[in-house]
Structures are given as structure tokens and as C-alpha cells.
């Protein structure tokens, strides 16, 4: 997921794909102690996008960049 894709979106949207990556990232966590992880660079990719999409809910609080237009 890059940034400028997530900047075209709004709050909300934002808000719903953190939670739903916070919710895979949980469960791959799992199924890796139980399974063993197939992937484990999903794992990081997941931190890095809910970090991303927790930045720029951040930086749009804080007034540093707005949403930009689609």
C-alpha cells in the first residue's frame, strides 16, 4: 500500500484497513506459533502499512497534510 493511495482516502476508510490489518496481523501471529509461519515478510509488510496508515491519520490531526483529491 503506498501513500499517496492512502491519502486519497478518508478518515473512515482509513480507520476500517487498520483494523482489518491489526486483525490478520493477529491472526498470522497465531498460525505462525501454531503452524509455523509460511511468510514472514507478511508480518513486517502488515506492521508497515498500519504504521503507514497510522502516520498519515497522524499527520492529518495535526494539520500537516490534508487529504489530497482522488
Known amino acids: 500500500m503506498k501513500a ?3 491519502r486519497g482516502k478518508e478518515n473512515s476508510e482509513i480507520l476500517f484497513d ?3 490489518l491489526e486483525n490478520e ?3 498470522m501471529r497465531f ?3 501454531t503452524e509455523g509461519n509460511q ?3 507478511k ?3 502488515h506492521r508497515r502499512d498500519i504504521a503507514r496508515l497510522k502516520t ?3 499527520e492529518r490531526e ?3 497534510r490534508g487529504q489530497e483529491p482522488r
Open 18 to 20: 487498520t483494523e482489518k
Open 56 to 58: 498519515i491519520l497522524q
Open 39 to 41: 511468510d514472514p515478510s
Open 43 to 45: 508480518i513486517k509488510r
Open 62 to 64: 495535526l494539520h500537516i
Open 31 to 33: 498460525r505462525s506459533l
Open 4 to 6: 499517496n493511495e492512502i
Open 25 to 27: 496481523l493477529f491472526e
